[in-house]
């Protein structure tokens, strides 16, 4: 699977974005597919992740209530919906995706190590 994401961009505090990651071959079909984000000078961390076909969401307590995880079987896309944007959601965005057969517990779905696929990042800054 080889994943592009986009739709970064600068965006006032306040105001809401839409990032994007496609697949190319197969789709998202039985994958789990996620987004981390990754601060200048910080470590990559969890933002939300999906069960796509099946609908189960994962969120980071930081962006719950804020941004929101989605899917488009037509297009072979998932959508990451950001709200309220603050200057501390700056950073680079990843998509990641990996096979749901491997995804045994609640808990790897927050971890990177849990992916196999990445897309190359998508840079969001927020100007206060």
């Known amino acids: 699977v080889q994943l592009q994401a986009s739709g970064g961009g600068l965006v006032q505090a306040g105001e809401s974005r839409r990032l994007s990651c496609s697949a190319s071959?197969?789709?998202?079909?039985?994958?789990?597919v996620a987004w981390f984000r990754q601060a200048p000078g910080k470590e990559r961390e969890f933002v939300s992740a999906v069960k796509y076909g099946v609908g189960t969401t994962y969120y980071s307590d930081f962006v719950k209530g804020r941004f929101t995880i989605s899917g488009d079987n037509a297009k072979n896309t998932v959508y990451l919906q950001m709200n309220s944007l603050k200057p501390e959601d700056t950073a680079v965005y990843y998509c990641?995706?990996?096979?749901?057969?491997?995804?045994?517990?609640?808990?790897?779905?927050?971890?990177?190590?849990?992916?196999?696929?990445w897309g190359q990042g998508t840079l969001v800054t927020v100007s206060s």
């Open positions: 990641a995706a990996a096979p749901l057969r491997g995804m045994r517990s609640a808990t790897v779905y927050y971890s990177a190590t849990s992916y196999d696929y």
């Open positions: 071959g197969r789709g998202f079909i039985n994958y789990s």
